[in-house]
């Protein structure tokens, strides 16, 4: 069983950045693709960003542009969402997300960090 728990989340100003982590406890993280999503009021949920288990694979929603870098920590279970220029339409809850290799779906979600951005 895999807990994931979210934090780094917050208000900040249109064109901010914020850095969100992802830290998970329990057996064989490094085995696990992890992935980032969110959700926002009234919208569906989204992919926005999933790296592999080693850290060498990223893929990003288009809505990205280059603004989030995904990369993750094996030595001490932790994912790491660095998000730049950020805009109203990123404001959304964000969740963090595992799923064992070959897999694909995932299966462990953290309780997710509230990401809000002012115009």
């Known amino acids: 069983h895999v807990q994931l728990v979210e934090s780094g989340g917050g208000l900040v100003q249109a064109r901010g950045s914020l850095r969100l982590s992802c830290a998970a406890s329990?057996?064989?993280?490094?085995?696990?693709?992890m992935g980032w999503f969110r959700h926002a009021p009234g919208k569906e949920r989204e992919f926005v960003a999933g790296?592999?288990?080693?850290?060498?694979?990223?893929s990003y929603n288009d809505f990205v542009e280059r603004r989030f870098t995904l990369s993750r920590d094996n030595g001490k279970n932790q994912v790491y969402l660095p998000m730049n220029s950020l805009n109203p339409d990123d404001t959304a809850v964000y969740h963090c997300?595992?799923?064992?290799?070959?897999?694909?779906?995932?299966?462990?979600w953290g309780q997710g960090t509230q990401v809000t951005i002012s115009s």
């Open positions: 790296i592999d288990w080693c850290g060498t694979s990223t």
């Open positions: 997300a595992s799923k064992n290799i070959g897999s694909s779906a995932y299966a462990y």
């Open positions: 329990g057996r064989a993280f490094s085995t696990k693709a």
